[in-house]
Each structure stands twice: as C-alpha cells, then as structure tokens.
C-alpha cells in the first residue's frame, strides 16, 4: 500500500521559512505527479504546487508561484515544499499526495494522500 508521510510543520513568525518534506514508501511513484495542498479550518483544500515525475516541470498557483517552490530528491524519494516569507494567511495543514494522471493543482485528481502537517504561522 503506498504511504506518503508529511513533516517539518512547525510554528513559524511572518516573514519566516519552511521547508516541508514528503517520504513515499513506493519507489513506483517516481513517475506520478506529487502535489503539497492545504487546507485552513472551514476553507476548502487547495493546490499550492506540483511536480511532474515525468519530465519535472512545475506548477503553482500564480499567488504562491514567488514564495513556494515545489523539488523532489530522487534519490531518497523525497519531495519538498520550499516556503519562504510566510504570512499569517499560510495557516493550514500542508498535505503531499501522488497522482498517476494530468498534472493538476486540483486534488479531486489525486490518488493517494499522506495525513497532513500542520504551518502555524504567528508572531
């Protein structure tokens, strides 16, 4: 069964950086689409990034595209959520998920999901 686990939330002040890792148990996924989304208490679950496993390429919602960078390490089958200048309004719980089709920021396309982290950020 593949498995994603999610890890380096954290609390963090306005301004600051985080980079969010994704760990998947099947080295298969390479070739599926990651995406990290979000979701803030009573607000729906959105995209914030993707990969392709394919040829690499990127997307991001043009709001985000200059603070979130989305990079996968082979190697250790990890992808990450790069998060700089944070603002209060970046609250959420911060989840990875794998995708076997399109590339897309829409997380009805998603396959299989990890449990989440949550980014608190606060001053």
């Known amino acids: 069964q593949v498995q994603l686990v999610e890890s380096g939330g954290a609390l963090v002040q306005p301004g600051g950086s985080l980079r969010l890792s994704c760990v998947a148990s099947e080295f298969t996924l390479r070739d599926y689409v990651i995406g990290w989304f979000r979701q803030a208490p009573g607000k729906e679950r959105e995209g914030v990034a993707c990969i392709s496993g394919i040829d690499g390429s990127k997307r991001y919602p043009n709001s985000l595209a200059d603070r979130f960078t989305i990079s996968k390490d082979s190697a250790k089958n990890t992808w990450y959520l790069q998060m700089n200048n944070l603002k209060p309004e970046d609250t959420a719980v911060y989840y990875c998920?794998?995708?076997?089709?399109?590339?897309?920021?829409?997380?009805?396309?998603?396959?299989?999901w990890g449990q989440g982290t949550q980014v608190t950020v606060s001053s």
């Open positions: 998920a794998a995708s076997r089709g399109i590339q897309s920021l829409f997380p009805g396309t998603y396959d299989y």
